[in-house]
Nanobody
Framework: QVQLVESGGGLVQAGGSLRLSCAAS????????MGWFRQAPGKEREFVAA???????????DSVKGRFTISKDNANNAKNTVLLQMNNLEPDDTAVYYC??????????????WGQGTQVTVSS
């Protein structure tokens, strides 16, 4: 059974930082892309960042470029863990952040697997 388990959300003041983690299990993810979407209240789910598990190519939404960094957790590489380091957070970053994984498409609103989501709240 495939599982994506997110952690690291919370409440932070504007200008602060958080690091989200997504641990994938249940199969090999060596040919997958993994990433994050987010959804704020009353808004559609939007792409944030993604990484190919092989090749290390990374992709970002314009709104987070220069502030967010997606990477593989090399310390736990065997556990297929992806990190999202979020710096200089803004109130508009407030949302539920969802991890996803897909075997064929890097950025998709309909990936093969979703995590349960983790809340990020940025106060002004």
């Amino acid at each position: 059974q495939v599982q994506l388990v997110e952690s690291g959300g919370g409440l932070v003041q504007a200008g602060g930082s958080l690091r989200l983690s997504c641990a994938a299990s249940g199969r090999s993810f060596s040919r997958y892309a993994m990433g994050w979407f987010r959804q704020a209240p009353g808004k559609e789910r939007e792409f944030v960042a993604a990484i190919r598990w092989s090749g290390d190519n990374t992709y970002y939404a314009d709104s987070v470029k220069g502030r967010f960094t997606i990477s593989k957790d090399n310390a736990n590489n065997a556990k297929n863990t992806v990190l999202l380091q979020m710096n200089n957070l803004e109130p508009d970053d407030t949302a539920v952040y969802y991890c996803y994984a897909d075997p064929g498409v890097v950025i998709t609103t309909r990936p093969a697997y979703w995590g349960q989501g983790t809340q990020v709240t940025v106060s002004s």
